[in-house]
């Protein structure tokens, strides 16, 4: 691996290649495209300048979409650096077109983990004021490693559900320093990006890794959450049986009654030919499971660590017997009659193995990460050391912008309606 690291002019940077910026410039356009909600907030930001003078890390996936909320931030006087918040998330001429407009970014596709929390560690030398994270381990290395840059810092925002759990868990021990606005839990978030982002870009990862078909086959959905429920519906539209694996029972009875088999992954583990997680846990497929599996049956991950798919057990239970097939698959011998094939390192398949979600979904996940900033510059300073939900009127503009992007009008309540809805006489 070649990467170009820069340390003499005013910020530095390290990323694989700077001469892919033009390829990654085209990109980030034909994404902006589909990105009206940005657009708008974006040139909002480019008239009022609400985050002038802050300094501000982004821990997270480097993709066009990404670079089209840092440009964002810019427009609105922020001081960006970005780092992946995935070793395999990277989109290599993206990071180079970033560092060609003046936005420091350390992240390199395919990078080791040293090299990873390094970037991290190199991103937070800027010294934040606000920070976002993708999956908390920006936080966490804040918390631990960084705490003499705990001071200088307002607030920060969480993408994922993943996150967000860390987030929480980190307040409930009254460890959390500063605020963390819950961007994940946002309706315009995770009931579109998390549902049908997650169902598609999961769906494009594992075809473009294998080419395989999915009419026909058994698909076993490891957790039936948005991300969960987005999968399962896309693949059943693709021809496949699927199968929900769940430990909440109303999400599994929820699973059912949309029509799926539910049962636990000890039954599952000998009927799939494909199994995809997306729990946020850590070894939903285990040992146990390993055993029980088809040959050649096929493991992908979408939740956000790679932690879903016990890899060190099946990596011991194979021994030398592993290769790689094609790129991001790769296939472990268990014995004569016996091999399965892992899909991106057990990493998040949409991004490892395609692109992740369609710019038009991220649009108003993004919309949601660029007013809840500039909500936190505000008030920030105001507000106690916990995890909070984007706040409600932000999630309802979001969404009028969409529709509004979109050609689509809707209803409004008359006065008599809103006398009605907040009256307690009315009945009968």
Not at 36 to 62: K, N, S, T
Not at 115 to 131: E, G, Q, W
Not at 361 to 366: A, E, I
């Amino acid at each position: 691996m070649t990467a170009a690291t820069q340390r003499s002019s005013a910020k530095p940077f390290d990323i694989k290649d700077p001469s892919l910026a033009p390829d990654g410039r085209r990109r980030i356009d034909w994404a902006a495209r589909e990105m009206p909600v940005l657009r708008q907030i974006r040139e909002q930001f480019a008239r009022e300048r609400p985050l002038a003078d802050i300094r501000m890390v982004v821990c997270a996936h480097i993709t066009t979409e990404t670079a089209n909320l840092a440009l964002t931030f810019k427009a609105g006087g922020a001081d960006a650096v970005l780092c992946a918040s995935n070793p395999l998330s990277t989109q290599d001429d993206v990071a180079a077109a970033l560092v060609d407009e003046g936005i420091p970014v350390f992240a390199i596709k395919g990078e080791d983990n040293q090299t990873y929390f390094r970037h991290i560690n190199a991103a937070l030398d800027h010294r934040p004021n606000i920070v976002i994270d993708d999956g908390a381990d920006l936080v966490m290395m804040l918390h631990q490693e960084r705490q003499e840059l705990l001071p200088a810092i307002i607030g920060g925002t969480e993408e994922t559900t993943t996150g967000v759990i860390r987030h929480q868990a980190l307040a409930n021990d009254g460890l959390l320093k500063f605020p963390i606005v819950a961007v994940n839990d946002a309706d315009t978030k995770h009931f579109f990006d998390n549902r049908y982002g997650t169902g598609q870009s999961t769906l494009d990862g594992i075809l473009r890794a294998t080419n395989i078909l999915l009419a026909g086959k058994t698909v076993v959905v490891a957790g039936y959450g948005w991300c969960g429920k987005g999968i399962a519906m896309r693949m059943r539209g693709m021809g496949a049986h699927v199968i929900v694996t769940e430990v909440n029972p109303v999400r599994a009875l929820e699973a059912a009654m949309d029509g799926f088999m539910v049962m636990p992954m000890d039954r599952a583990a000998a009927l799939g030919d494909l199994f995809v997680t997306a729990t946020g846990n850590i070894n939903v497929i285990d040992r146990l499971h390993f055993e029980q599996m088809k040959d050649g049956a096929i493991l992908a991950n979408s939740g956000h660590f790679n932690s879903e798919v016990n890899l060190k057990a099946l990596e011991e239970m194979s021994g030398e017997g592993r290769r790689t097939l094609r790129p991001f698959v790769e296939e472990f011998v268990l014995g004569d009659d016996q091999r399965l094939i892992v899909l991106g390192e057990g990493r998040l398949i949409n991004l490892a193995a395609a692109e992740g979600h369609p710019a038009s979904v991220m649009d108003m996940s993004f919309a949601n990460q660029a007013l809840a900033v500039a909500y936190l510059v505000r008030e920030g300073k105001t507000l106690e050391p916990k995890v909070y939900r984007v706040p409600e009127e932000i999630d309802q503009e979001i969404a009028r912008l969409k529709l509004a992007a979109m050609g689509i009008a809707i209803d409004e309540l008359t006065p008599e309606q809103q006398r009605y809805l907040t009256s307690w006489e009315g009945g009968t």
